[in-house]
Structure formats: C-alpha cells, structure tokens
C-alpha cells in the first residue's frame, strides 16, 4: 500500500500596507485551514510571491509607492501565473474603480469594511476550485444581488462532481477520493465548514454539474439578517 503525501494547505499571500488589516486578515484565513504570508507593500508582496508561489493572493488597492492595481498588473505578467487568482480589498466601491481592477486581471473585488464570514466563504470555495481544476484553465467568479439576498457563484473546470458523492458532499470528513494514492489532499472539512457557516447565516449553499464538464458551486446570503 503506497502511503499518501501530507496535506499542504494552501497558500495565500497578503498585500497590505495597513498591519491591522493584514493581522485581521491572517486570523480569518488561518481558523479556515490556510497558511499565510503577509507583505506590507507593493514591492515587498511582489517579492513575497517569487519566493512563495501562493495559491491565491489578497492584494490591498490602497498603498503608497505601489498601488493595487499596479502590484496587480505586474503579477499577470508573470507567465506562468496568468490565472492567479487575486482578489483586490478596498473600501471605493464606484464604478471605475471596480472596472480597473477588472482591467489590470483582478479576479474578485471585495469593498471594505470586510464581511470576515464572507471572505473566508469565497476564499474557501474558490481554492476548492482550484485545486480540482487543471493548470491553465479557467475559474469564473460571479455575483447576483436582489433587494434581499446576494449570491456568489464559482464556476471550475475540474471533473465535476460523481454520482457517488453527491449525496455525502457536505458532510463531515467527505472526500471525493479517500484511497491511500488520491491525488488531491484535504481533510474532508471544507465543505461542511462552508456549509455550517452560511446555514448559521440564514443562506444556503449548493452545487451543480456541468454538462460540459466542470461544477459550479453557488452559495446565497440575505442582505439584511433576521434579528
């Protein structure tokens, strides 16, 4: 029987000029399962992520010397990392903010003050995809606002979801592949944390097949909770 290879949590860097952000920020992802790695400006994140390599990087769009949407820009010309996915932190919320971010390959936009369940939900989903999506290819990230509720959906291009999973998928310690030689670590724990949080929060969470391959998961939270 070959042994399994240990877990290696995945690795998100932080770009932020502000160290109470930066400690916020690592406390949430930490507590969600993540290693993290903190950079205090433009210049010292891009740094920061030749040495590391992170999965995933939360980039701050207000920083002296070397803004957001400059570190952002710099980092898509990385070739090997055109699909990064960078998630931008900033309390403007107008249009043209927004728009540049997308411009320069932001992959997400998150305003600030931070709703810290929310983060770690959208962090947690998106790495998931990640991990069972093959290199190179496309994760999309999309939002939907009503006057009560808003939704986040992530769409990968992983193998979807099998039949005999589905109906254990968001259950404690549920793996899709739990041999000795899986080829994906984890601890089965992700979903359910996803799963009890947003339920704790009066959402819900779900997940569909695609026909043309891939999964999307999609999770809603009302605007306003019941008191």
């Given at each position: 029987?070959?042994?399994?290879?240990?877990?290696q949590?995945?690795?998100?860097?932080?770009i932020?000029?502000?160290?109470?952000?930066?400690?916020?920020?690592?406390?949430?992802l930490?507590q969600?399962?993540y290693q993290?790695?903190?950079?205090?400006?433009?210049?010292?994140?891009?740094a920061?992520f030749k040495?590391?390599?992170p999965?995933?990087?939360?980039?701050?769009?207000m920083?002296?010397?070397m803004?957001?949407y400059?570190v952002?820009?710099a980092?898509?010309?990385?070739?090997?990392?055109?699909?990064?996915p960078?998630l931008m932190?900033?309390?403007?919320?107008?249009v043209e903010s927004?728009?540049?971010a997308?411009?320069?390959g932001a992959?997400?936009f998150?305003?600030k003050?931070i709703n810290?369940?929310?983060?770690?939900?959208r962090v947690?989903?998106l790495?998931?995809?990640i991990?069972?999506s093959?290199?190179?290819s496309?994760i999309n990230?999309?939002?939907?606002?009503?006057?009560?509720?808003?939704?986040?959906?992530?769409?990968?291009?992983?193998?979807?979801?099998?039949?005999?999973?589905?109906?254990?998928i968001?259950q404690?310690?549920a793996?899709?592949?739990?041999?000795d030689?899986?080829?994906y670590g984890?601890?089965?724990?992700?979903?359910?944390?996803?799963k009890?949080i947003?339920?704790?929060?009066?959402?819900?969470?779900d997940?569909s097949?695609?026909?043309?391959?891939?999964?999307v998961f999609?999770f809603?939270?009302?605007?306003?909770q019941?008191?």
């Amino acid at each position: 029987m070959t042994q399994s290879e240990p877990y290696q949590r995945p690795v998100v860097l932080i770009i932020d000029d502000e160290k109470l952000s930066r400690k916020m920020l690592s406390q949430v992802l930490e507590q969600s399962g993540y290693q993290v790695i903190e950079a205090e400006s433009g210049q010292t994140g891009l740094a920061q992520f030749k040495t590391h390599s992170p999965d995933l990087v939360l980039l701050d769009l207000m920083m002296p010397d070397m803004d957001g949407y400059a570190v952002c820009e710099a980092l898509r010309k990385l070739q090997c990392y055109q699909s990064l996915p960078i998630l931008m932190l900033t309390g403007l919320n107008d249009v043209e903010s927004v728009n540049h971010a997308f411009r320069v390959g932001a992959t997400d936009f998150i305003t600030k003050p931070i709703n810290w369940p929310l983060l770690g939900e959208r962090v947690n989903l998106l790495t998931n995809a990640i991990k069972f999506s093959p290199e190179q290819s496309t994760i999309n990230i999309s939002l939907q606002s009503t006057d009560t509720q808003m939704s986040v959906f992530i769409e990968d291009q992983g193998p979807g979801i099998t039949d005999g999973f589905r109906q254990r998928i968001f259950q404690k310690f549920a793996q899709g592949d739990s041999s000795d030689t899986r080829k994906y670590g984890g601890t089965g724990l992700g979903l359910y944390i996803c799963k009890q949080i947003i339920e704790g929060m009066h959402g819900s969470i779900d997940y569909s097949n695609q026909a043309e391959g891939g999964a999307v998961f999609f999770f809603s939270l009302p605007k306003k909770q019941p008191q």
